[in-house]
């Protein structure tokens, strides 16, 4: 399978919660490599280009006031179908529905604070990356 780079983040419900590292462990465990983080606090802006797709969902709004409601950890994660795999790691949107081990069934508290973010394919996380990221800050 070939070496894929994904975008991360690790939602307010977590950072604030002071669980950035040990979600870090369980994406590390999985085999995947953070080869660029920071930490910022979004803006309104911001989290409202970044969630756009959303834009006429009924949670738009809940959404991008929960995104800055404190600040987030951006990542790229790099490994063999690092995509998929993350997808994987992060499990199922609704917790409740998330799969034993899954960081939104050990850390999330709701379908809307659910802890994290990733990419769902290739051309998404190339975009996602993009927003956050310059070319010289990931280092692989
Ligand atoms: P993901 O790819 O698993 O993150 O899920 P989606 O792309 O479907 O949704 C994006 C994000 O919107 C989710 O991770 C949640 O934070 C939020 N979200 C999705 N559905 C709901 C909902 O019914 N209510 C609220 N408040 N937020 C939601």
């Known amino acids: 399978m070939a070496i894929e780079r994904t975008f991360s983040i690790i939602k307010p419900d977590a950072t604030a919660r002071n669980l950035t590292g040990a979600i870090n462990a369980i994406i590390e465990k999985a085999g995947l490599r953070i080869v660029a983080q920071k930490r910022i606090q979004m803006t309104r802006a911001q989290a409202e ?27 790229v994660l790099q490994g063999e179908g690092a995509i998929a795999k993350y997808r994987d790691v992060m499990g199922a949107t609704d917790p409740s529905k998330a799969a034993d081990g899954t960081i939104r069934k050990v850390h999330a508290k709701s379908i809307g604070e659910n802890s994290v973010h990733g990419s769902d394919a290739a051309e998404t996380a190339a975009i996602e990356i993009a927003q956050f990221f310059s070319g010289n800050e990931i280092v692989g």
């Open 49 to 75: 280009t970044f969630y756009a797709v959303h834009k006429s969902r009924p949670f738009f709004g809940e959404l991008v006031d929960f995104m800055i409601s404190a600040p987030v950890v951006v990542q």
